[in-house]
């Protein structure tokens, strides 16, 4: 069966400091892996796409990772902005079907 | 640029009435367009696609149906909702396969 597993399930951390996010599959066979940031009530937006040839892919303060043997991707974020409050779906893309993980609600404090 | 639009934004419903949610996508032709749930504590689910006007694609059985009838315009609906109807509603669109990019969803709320 096809699953995206992530952790942690949630997540709080200062303003300022770094953390990392965490997502294993199962998916098979895997076309890409994407990483998507989801405000509250809002739609979800792309930060990151990998395909298996690839195991890094940056996009500002975001740095995703990427090792197709062992089937694991991380999110990390550095610096963390209180505007980092959202939650974060890992994503394993087989061409044009898409299996989403439940998300690691990250909240910043100040 | 392409931009993604859906509505009503929220909307709270009584059980057996009907639905009609609205997706329209502009600065793109022929985009395919997808129809998701995401329930609370859940992950999204693929509710229907459509690489085309009048072609649907339903991936799990349902009391929802889905019509196309403008290559930019995706329309989900129901006769008759029920409780477990709830969620938020995402549309999304792509043009290849590599990327999705989503509207700003729909809260339902069936009571």
């Known amino acids: 069966k096809n699953q995206v597993e992530q952790s942690p399930q949630s997540l709080i951390i200062l303003e300022g400091k770094n953390c990392t996010l965490q997502c294993n599959y199962t998916v098979s066979p895997f076309s890409n892996l994407r990483w998507y940031k989801q405000d509250t009530g809002r739609g979800p937006v792309s930060l990151t796409i990998m395909t298996f040839s690839e195991n890094t892919k940056s996009n500002g303060r975001y740095t995703a990772t990427l090792d197709a043997d062992t089937k694991q991707s991380s999110l990390h974020i550095t610096a963390s902005q209180l505007s980092d409050s959202a939650s974060y779906i890992c994503v394993v893309g087989q061409n044009e079907k898409l299996t989403f993980g439940t998300g690691t609600r990250l909240t910043i404090i100040p | 640029s392409q931009t993604i639009h859906q509505w009503p934004a929220t909307l709270v419903q009584p059980v057996g009435s009907p639905l009609s949610l609205e997706c329209t996508v502009e600065?793109?032709?022929?985009?395919?367009l997808y129809w998701y749930r995401q329930a609370a504590g859940r992950g999204l689910q693929l509710l229907f696609y459509s690489v085309g006007i009048g072609q649907i694609s339903s991936e799990v059985p349902q009391n929802l149906s889905a019509s196309r009838p403008q290559d930019r315009q995706f329309i989900l609906s129901s006769k008759k909702l029920l409780l477990s109807d709830s969620g938020f509603y995402l549309c999304?669109?792509?043009?290849?396969?590599?990327?999705?990019?989503f509207g700003p969803g729909t809260r339902l709320t069936v009571l």
């Open positions: 999304a669109w792509s043009v290849q396969s590599y990327e999705q990019f």
């Open positions: 600065g793109t032709s022929n985009p395919n």
